[in-house]
Every structure is written in C-alpha cells, then in structure tokens.
C-alpha cells in the first residue's frame, strides 16, 4: 500500500468579509501563515507547536491522518514537516511520527513510541541561510522521547503551516480517520526575524472538503491567537443533509497548490 502526502487543490475560496480567509481544500485543515498571504516573500525560518495525539475511533475501512507543522509547500513545490501519523488499518489503530521533505520519501521516526494523549512539540528551524541548512526537532514530552536531525533542504521559505491532513494512499485521497478533535497550542513562527503567533501575521484558514461537504471543523483562533482546535464531523447519511453535520465528542486529547507527492510503504 502506497500513502502519498501532497497539496491538495483548493474546492473554493470563502469571502474575508469576517474574520480570516478560508480557504476550502481536499486534503488539508488548519491554519497558514506568512508575510502577506496576497504577496508572500521568502521570510519564513522558523514554525513550531504542540498537540496531544488523539485516539482514532474503529472503522470498517482503512482510515488516515496526518497532524503535522511545516514550512512552505503554499502554491509551490517544497515543504518541509514534521508530525504524527493516525490510521485504523485491518482491525488495528497505528500511531508514529515521522518527518519529511518534499520530494523525498516519508521517513517514520521509530524512536519515538507514540500512543494516543502523548504531548507532542514540533519545530523545524533554519539553522543557516547560505548553506539553506534546517533542523528538525519532535518531542514526545510525556515519554520523554525526542528526535532531531539537521538536514540541508533549499525550502521557498514563503509560508508556515499547522495542519491535520488526509494523505493520498495509492494515488487516491484517502478516507479521513475520525480522530475526535485535535487542538493545536503554542504556534509559533517567525517571519521576517520576527517571532510571533499565529495573529500576529497574515494567515488563512485551511478547511478539508470532500466536494461540498465539510470533513471536519475548523475553529477560530483562540484567545491569543496561539492556537485553535480541529473537530472531525460525522457524515450524513444518505437522508440527511450537509447542514445537519456536527462534531463529535473530544477523546483523549489538522486553485492547485502543488503536484509534489512524497510516497512510502506503511508499515
């Protein structure tokens, strides 16, 4: 089986008569930042976040998602992350983290033990502008297991994401796992050599779509605009309408953007 990560291709675009442009996409939900998200420059050296991992509910299919924080990959073909992964496959929840760097492959991080209400904090971070040399740092602060590697990675450097995404599994978008909810909290990045939250910028809203229909809910900033939760939403059945989705209850605790793919074996 072969699972890819991509951008996906934005379904519609929402009026910023209030609030943040929403942006409505296939694979991506979260929020995105940047110098300025109508002329955006090559400023962004720095995101970072923490999450706790949710549990994924059983299903009778294979289901995915991805929650993850990442630099570019907005409109253009690079993108460096770092996240979990949460899938129900054959019978059987799987959890682990992992990092990547478009277009190479996904590599799982076998170091970290990953299991649902860990902590995790994620930073990736440019080290040095002329060699475009990167580290990447995730940590499971409940276990106490932390991973960093220095990588050299020539990056857009021109947006900073928080994202739960569905990936492609053998160039199809997967189903969605319902993870319950996920909440991002201390999202950080630093654009221009300035350190800052997410509202501190300016940002857009990313919400999964599968054609009309909304797979999850994205919430409004929070009170310092540092962080923001992401709800899984039923789906209707085929007597009810998109109107009547609602989320589930929290358990234990994200035009063509681009074509790059990266593909690996799950395990």
Not at 34 to 59: F, K, L
Not at 225 to 248: A, K
């Given at each position: 089986m072969l699972v890819s990560y991509s951008v996906a291709m934005f379904l519609d675009v929402s009026s910023k008569s209030e609030g943040p442009e929403v942006l409505h996409v296939s694979q991506w939900s979260g929020y995105i930042v940047a110098s300025d998200m109508q002329n955006r420059s090559s400023a962004v050296t720095r995101?970072?976040?923490?999450?706790?991992?949710?549990?994924?509910?059983?299903?009778?299919?294979?289901?995915?998602?991805?929650?993850?924080?990442?630099?570019?990959?907005?409109?253009?073909?690079?993108?460096?992350?770092?996240?979990?992964?949460?899938?129900?496959l054959d019978g059987e929840a799987v959890y682990y983290a992992w990092y990547e760097l478009l277009p190479d492959y996904l590599v799982p991080i076998h170091s970290i033990?990953?299991?649902?209400?860990?902590?995790?904090?994620?930073?990736?971070?440019?080290?040095?502008?002329?060699?475009?040399?990167?580290?990447?740092?995730?940590?499971?602060?409940?276990?106490?297991?932390k991973f960093e590697k220095t990588v050299v990675y020539n990056s857009s450097r021109l947006s900073a994401e928080w994202v739960v995404e569905r990936p492609k599994v053998n160039d199809t978008v997967s189903a969605l796992a319902d993870f319950g909810s996920v909440t991002f909290t201390e999202c950080k990045a630093t654009v221009d050599g300035v350190i800052g939250v997410i509202g501190n910028f300016s940002y857009s809203k990313f919400v999964m779509h599968e054609?009309?229909?909304?797979?999850?809910?994205?919430?409004?900033?929070?009170?310092?605009?540092?962080?923001?939760?992401?709800?899984?939403?039923e789906q209707p059945s085929p007597t009810e309408s998109p109107d009547d989705l609602t989320p589930v209850a929290v358990r234990s605790g994200a035009f063509l953007v681009c074509a790059a793919t990266v593909v690996y074996k799950s395990r």
């Amino acid at each position: 089986m072969l699972v890819s990560y991509s951008v996906a291709m934005f379904l519609d675009v929402s009026s910023k008569s209030e609030g943040p442009e929403v942006l409505h996409v296939s694979q991506w939900s979260g929020y995105i930042v940047a110098s300025d998200m109508q002329n955006r420059s090559s400023a962004v050296t720095r995101v970072s976040g923490s999450w706790i991992v949710p549990e994924v509910n059983p299903s009778d299919n294979m289901t995915f998602s991805g929650i993850w924080v990442g630099v570019g990959g907005y409109g253009e073909d690079t993108l460096i992350q770092t996240g979990t992964e949460q899938e129900y496959l054959d019978g059987e929840a799987v959890y682990y983290a992992w990092y990547e760097l478009l277009p190479d492959y996904l590599v799982p991080i076998h170091s970290i033990h990953v299991q649902p209400g860990d902590t995790m904090t994620a930073s990736i971070r440019l080290v040095n502008d002329s060699t475009d040399t990167w580290s990447i740092t995730i940590w499971d602060v409940t276990r106490g297991e932390k991973f960093e590697k220095t990588v050299v990675y020539n990056s857009s450097r021109l947006s900073a994401e928080w994202v739960v995404e569905r990936p492609k599994v053998n160039d199809t978008v997967s189903a969605l796992a319902d993870f319950g909810s996920v909440t991002f909290t201390e999202c950080k990045a630093t654009v221009d050599g300035v350190i800052g939250v997410i509202g501190n910028f300016s940002y857009s809203k990313f919400v999964m779509h599968e054609e009309d229909t909304p797979l999850v809910a994205v919430s409004s900033l929070d009170g310092d605009e540092s962080g923001f939760t992401v709800t899984y939403l039923e789906q209707p059945s085929p007597t009810e309408s998109p109107d009547d989705l609602t989320p589930v209850a929290v358990r234990s605790g994200a035009f063509l953007v681009c074509a790059a793919t990266v593909v690996y074996k799950s395990r």
